[in-house]
């Protein structure tokens, strides 16, 4: 059994309302034909059929103020609550005190000290690697997990062999920044690529951070754009996993994209969806505990049992 994981920034359940939801207005048939021809809102946070479920998170986790990437992404990837442990929510990036959390309980390291062959699949151009060589407090939770447990990020050799996915899914930003070789790629090749990945890893991650940017900018079509380049992705994840072996999951760490009107984060609950190999026992336990911190004991518990 594996796990692909698909981590949207800054998704959450908004309202069925295509002037302010771009989830209404984008063309998404993948997402549709995942949850029986449904969208996710507010009036119908949960979704269930034969072969996937939707189920509403809290991303609040007991704190008052608009939840942050830093403090979320720490609570979805280790299980901890780390808004309630420093008493605030806070990012983009984690808090220092939440540092040895992420060292010692992020999934990536639970994993491994599980037996499990893990892979971090976004490949990142040689200006990122510059930019955080003297800044290691400005990593992602992603990225810090990475690094404590001495997996070396994808860079763009590994992109163009393929086994390395663009955080933009298509390579479309590449040669701006001065990779003319790294050819465009239709958004379903990625999604292929993901799958193939999961047949040599029992947990492949994936991070997606386009939405929560979309989010920001107040641009619909830009937010249109990043969730149609997704769905796309998600078509090729679709037309070639294998279910029987293979759990597919995706979620979030906060509000954002859902709610056009406003450039900040949201208090809306983030979905977490799940298709294929059981889904039903891993959707029965998130549900036990619908929060944040219940996405890592539960994949977790589906590796061991």
């Keep these: 059994m594996g ?17 302010v939801n771009p989830f209404f207005q984008a063309e998404l048939p993948s997402f549709r034909s995942l949850l029986g021809g449904e969208l996710p809102g507010l009036n119908l946070p949960f979704l269930q059929n034969g072969t996937a479920s939707l189920i509403p998170l809290d991303p609040n986790l007991g704190i008052e103020g608009l939840p942050q990437s830093g403090t979320g992404q720490t609570a979805l990837f280790t299980g901890v609550n780390a808004p309630q442990l420093i008493g605030k929510h806070f990012g983009p990036y984690p808090y220092s005190t939440l540092r040895p959390v992420v060292r010692e309980r992020n999934i990536f390291r639970q994993l491994i000290d599980a037996g499990k062959r893990v892979y ?130 995706i979620t979030s760490d906060h509000g954002n994209i859902e709610d056009m009107s406003t450039k900040v984060h949201t208090r809306n609950p983030v979905p977490v969806m799940l298709f294929g190999c059981r889904h039903n026992e891993v959707a029965k336990a998130l549900q036990e505990k619908p929060d944040l911190t219940s996405v890592t004991p539960a994949l977790m518990q589906y590796f061991v049992t």
């Design 3 to 19: 796990v692909l994981m698909l981590f949207l920034d800054g998704v959450g359940i908004g309202t069925a309302d295509a002037s």
């Design 120 to 249: 971090f699949a976004n490949a990142y151009p040689q200006r990122f690697f510059d930019y955080f060589k003297d800044k290691q407090t400005r990593l992602t939770v992603t990225t810090l997990s990475c690094s404590y447990c001495d997996m070396p990020l994808h860079q763009a050799t590994e992109l163009e062999k393929g086994v390395a996915i663009s955080a933009d899914i298509t390579n479309a930003g590449w040669p701006r920044m001065g990779y003319s070789h790294i050819l465009r790629i239709e958004p379903a090749e990625a999604g292929r690529r993901l799958v193939r990945l999961c047949a040599e890893y029992d947990f492949v991650l994936f991070e997606y951070w386009r939405t929560d940017k979309a989010g920001h900018s107040e641009k619909m079509s830009e937010a249109v754009e990043s969730l149609e380049a997704f769905d796309g992705m998600l078509c090729g994840i679709l037309e070639s996993i294998d279910t029987a072996r293979t759990l597919l999951l």
